[in-house]
């Protein structure tokens, strides 16, 4: 019913039109700023007086806006309205609710570059980063909605005399999603979407940092028609409007993407059936990374350095999927180095309301203070060679790429999710090593490996570790349906958020078996 799926085309901000579109944008939203923004709960603004102040990372003054967080109150009466919708939408045939997707992809591709914009402002997201971001949202609406009218159809089973068989995949009630900061749009849309296509009706629970996106996306979906209760929007504290939602015993699955640590305790928590509870609450826990590149002594060093930089330094380093360790080979170590500090240094640093720049600020004055803390560290764990701490932040919270050299595979800087523009670099003495080196951690969510090695190669893709592996290319931007994304080890239940398998995580089973 619907054309076959396309992944959405980025644009080049070298050229004038997105140029001067994105910059029309830019204005258009910060007209917008200092607004206020309501929990909406069955369709309905929720007014709760408990105000929370979303500022520009970039201008710690600036204010984005002011959302009013929902309280514990709130958040059982929302439990109550997701389950009143749930009777109704569950019901709807699959087409209609993909189509509710598709259209509000439509809305967002005509809108690409306002959300873009509030990207930039809410989350100091470069141009290229911020539109990147739109643009997995509108593929996430997209696919899921062509994945769920797939799930939707006949699924086979071995005929048998006298019998009709079916599997029926049907939803699972009210869930909870859980969102991250670092990619506030995408994210927070796949998590949502994906559930509430195949007929849950869900609790949308985004980060403290990036609420007014949040926001922004509720009134798209309004704007689709999506009915009321089926996405209820609740901003507030994790560890009081999420903790009561993890653990509420009407709730009947969890979809969390953040750090490990929350991560666990949800694992956790879900764990242990309330009081009424009737069902094993289902748990899809994406989580961090520390994540590697490993060079091998016969790659193609220009091509490496420039992946690493752009894996290590895109967005700060505020990727789950970025490259925090690079393992070089013992042969290629000095140029290879020398390379990665060179192309680093030339990296531009500043708000990126200014296109020009490449790198924006760090999201807030805690993640200033924790990658801050981790540059002291690695002075004491091996040699700056770029020390990223000398930024001027006073306007906003920046930080300069910092490299520190020479470090051991089992110092801090080398095992501990930085989650900021900090990379390791590690000797390795042989391919081995180098491989060894590289699954040496708790993780296991994204690596590469640059190598001429056809054996090397192979060897990588059986040995490495990781969920998504990329070979001769940087170890970030992953696209829907092209590299469905999910980690190994402590960094989740591989879910693989954009791939085929997905959507299976939202639905039950029912085998329905009629005897004539
Ligand atoms: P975080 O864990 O601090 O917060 C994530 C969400 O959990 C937020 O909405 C927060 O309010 C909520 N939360 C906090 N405490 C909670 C509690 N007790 N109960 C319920 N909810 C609670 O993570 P963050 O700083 O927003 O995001 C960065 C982390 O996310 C990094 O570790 C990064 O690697 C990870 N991440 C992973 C992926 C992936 O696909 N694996 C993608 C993006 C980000």
Request: aromatic letters at 10%; proline letters at 5%; glycine letters at 8%.
């Amino acid at each position: 019913m619907f054309s076959p799926f396309q992944t959405e085309p980025y644009v080049d901000f070298s050229a004038p039109e997105p140029k001067a579109k994105m910059q029309a944008a830019l204005e258009a939203v910060s007209a917008q700023l200092g607004r206020t923004y309501f929990p909406v709960i069955g369709g309905e603004r929720v007014e709760t007086g408990d105000i929370s102040i979303s500022y520009n990372p970039a201008q710690k003054s600036q204010v984005i806006g002011y959302i009013h967080h929902a309280t514990p109150e709130l958040a059982e009466r929302t439990v109550q309205v997701a389950q009143e919708a749930f009777k109704t939408w569950a019901r709807v045939p699959v087409e209609v609710r993909a189509r509710y997707l598709v259209k509000a992809a439509a809305l967002l591709r005509r809108r690409i570059y306002e959300f873009s914009a509030w990207l930039v402002l809410e989350s100091s997201k470069s141009w290229l980063e911020a539109y990147a971001d739109t643009a997995e949202a509108i593929d996430f609406l997209e696919f899921y909605a062509r994945e769920a009218v797939r799930l939707g159809q006949p699924h086979p089973t071995t005929p048998f005399p006298g019998e009709e068989n079916e599997v029926l995949y049907i939803p699972i009630g009210v869930g909870v999603s859980i969102s991250p900061w670092n990619f506030p749009l995408a994210i927070m849309a796949g998590m949502a979407v994906s559930a509430v296509v195949v007929g849950n009706t869900l609790i949308m629970k985004p980060a403290e940092q990036t609420p007014v996106i949040a926001a922004k996306f509720m009134e798209l979906l309004e704007e689709a028609s999506l009915p009321p209760g089926v996405i209820n929007l609740l901003p507030g504290n994790g560890e009081t409007v999420g903790e009561l939602l993890t653990g509420h015993s009407d709730v009947q699955f969890v979809s969390f993407t953040g750090s490990r640590d929350v991560g666990l305790h949800i694992y956790q928590r879900i764990a242990t059936p309330q009081p009424k509870q009737r069902w094993l609450k289902r748990a899809i826990l994406e989580m961090g990374g520390k994540d590697a590149i490993v060079v091998d002594a016969d790659a193609d060093l220009d091509a490496a350095a420039e992946g690493v930089v752009q894996a290590a330094f895109g967005f700060q380093g505020q990727k789950c999927s970025a490259c925090s360790r690079l393992i070089a080979h013992a042969a290629i170590y000095d140029t290879l180095l020398e390379k990665v500090v060179e192309r680093a240094k030339s990296l531009t640093l500043g708000d990126p309301f200014d296109g020009k720049n490449f790198m924006g600020a760090v999201i807030d004055e805690d993640a200033y203070n924790k990658i801050s803390r981790y540059i002291e560290i690695g002075k004491t764990e091996g040699r700056i060679v770029l020390d990223g701490s000398q930024a001027d932040a006073s306007e906003g919270w920046f930080l300069a790429p910092t490299i520190v050299a020479d470090v051991a595979p089992n110092a801090r800087i080398a095992q501990e999710e930085i989650f900021g523009p900090v990379l390791a670099v590690i000797r390795a003495e042989s391919f081995d090593h180098a491989l060894e080196i590289a699954n040496d951690t708790d993780y296991g969510l994204t690596g590469a490996v640059f190598s001429q090695s056809r054996v090397h190669l192979e060897r990588a893709r059986n040995e490495f570790m990781v969920g998504n592996l990329y070979l001769n290319r940087k170890c970030t931007g992953a696209l829907v349906d092209v590299q469905p994304f999910g980690g190994f080890r402590m960094s989740g239940t591989d879910s693989k958020a954009g791939g085929r398998d997905y959507l299976h995580h939202f639905v039950l089973a029912k085998s329905v078996s009629e005897r004539w």
